[in-house]
């Protein structure tokens, strides 16, 4: 089983639409999470850290459920700019490892 | 601007050849790790560093090697390159002095690797 594991999609939906989508993880022991945002294959970017049950920055919402070992991503009024491949992505205790899901794909058409 | 720089950005090479990896980041950070993302995948660690001189097998370590000698390089050498080492190579870095739990990753552009 992987440690991190997410539906690759992909998620196709217009403009506006809000889309959402989860992660989920097989330790326990994980400390924190992050979403991390992928263009074609560039380098993998932060988008925002999963603090404690959850957080919001602007359209974009995280939110951690530790009981189901599951983080979830949501994108409000989706823009066409937010087409991309999104990482979910874990940390294992004190460590400075991560480790990261394959990613999920979403296509924002107009 | 501190930054975060890998060369090749693309390169073709033989089977049974030995390539380096250049990873070179300018923020002073002490961590730096190295992945290969392949399709299908998630970013898989290579080998990492806490330090100069000090190096770790990471889950996908075999058939390539590091160094560390300096606070801003970690060159991933690949021994005899081989057909499956094929993909596309990530070096990222951290350590911005924040507690552990809230440190992330920053990333370098990529190197793709053709091995034929």
């Known amino acids: 089983r992987k440690e991190v594991e997410q539906d690759p999609g992909p998620f196709n939906v217009p403009e506006g639409a809000t889309v959402a989508f989860n992660c989920t993880y097989s330790?326990?022991?994980?400390?924190?999470f992050f979403w991390y945002r992928q263009d074609c294959r560039k380098e993998p970017k932060l988008l925002m850290s999963?603090?404690?049950s959850g957080n919001e920055d602007g359209r974009f919402t995280a939110q951690l459920n530790r009981a189901s070992q599951y983080i979830s991503l949501l994108i409000r009024d989706s823009k066409l700019s937010d087409s991309a491949t999104y990482l979910c992505?874990?940390?294992?205790?004190?460590?400075?490892?991560?480790?990261f899901g394959a990613g999920t794909t979403v296509t924002v058409r107009a | 601007d501190a930054e975060i720089t890998q060369s090749p950005r693309h390169k073709i090479t033989e089977t049974g050849r030995q390539v380096t990896l250049a990873c070179h980041q300018t923020?002073?950070?002490?961590?730096m790790f190295w992945y290969r993302q392949d399709l299908g995948h998630g970013l898989r660690l290579i080998h990492y560093s806490y330090g100069v001189q000090d190096t770790n097998k990471g889950e996908v370590s075999d058939g390539y090697s590091v160094s560390r000698s300096n606070t801003e390089d970690l060159p991933l050498t690949l021994e005899s390159a081989a057909s499956s080492q094929t993909s596309v190579y990530f070096c990222?870095?951290?350590?911005?002095?924040?507690?552990?739990?809230?440190?992330?990753?920053?990333f370098g552009p990529g190197t793709r690797l053709l091995v034929l």
């Open positions: 992505v874990v940390r294992y205790s004190n460590d400075y490892k991560l480790s």
């Open positions: 999963v603090y404690s």
């Open positions: 990222a870095s951290s350590g911005s002095r924040l507690p552990v739990w809230q440190e992330t990753q920053y």
């Open positions: 330790n326990s022991a994980s400390q924190s």
């Open positions: 923020w002073n950070h002490n961590n």
